[in-house]
């Protein structure tokens, strides 16, 4: 069998369910319950795997931006 060597891949630009609970400051039951409820960033299954893109994570953390504890609804900022 031949073995392939890690270097011969870039790296991925997907994070396990652990990765991305820890990436944005979460617990991974939280991003369980987001993706069993709705709310939460968008997220792949390959196989039976879930994984989550960076830049999907980044994008959902930016939609939740807020100026003031007052604030209704997250700012939109262009």
């Given amino acids: 069998m031949t073995k392939i060597r890690e270097k011969s891949f870039p790296p991925s630009p997907f ?4 990765e991305a609970a820890a990436y944005l400051g979460l617990g991974r039951q939280t991003l369980d319950n987001f993706r ?8 792949r ?31 939109t900022r262009h």
Avoid: F, I, M, N
Avoid at 36 to 43: D, K, V
Avoid at 60 to 68: K, T, V
């Fill in 15 to 18: 994070l396990s369910v652990l």
């Fill in 36 to 43: 069993w409820a709705g709310g939460g960033p968008l997220y």
């Fill in 45 to 75: 299954k390959h196989g039976g795997r879930v994984l989550y893109r960076r830049e999907d994570l980044d994008k959902w953390s930016d939609e939740r931006a807020y100026e003031h504890t007052g604030q209704a609804t997250p700012t």
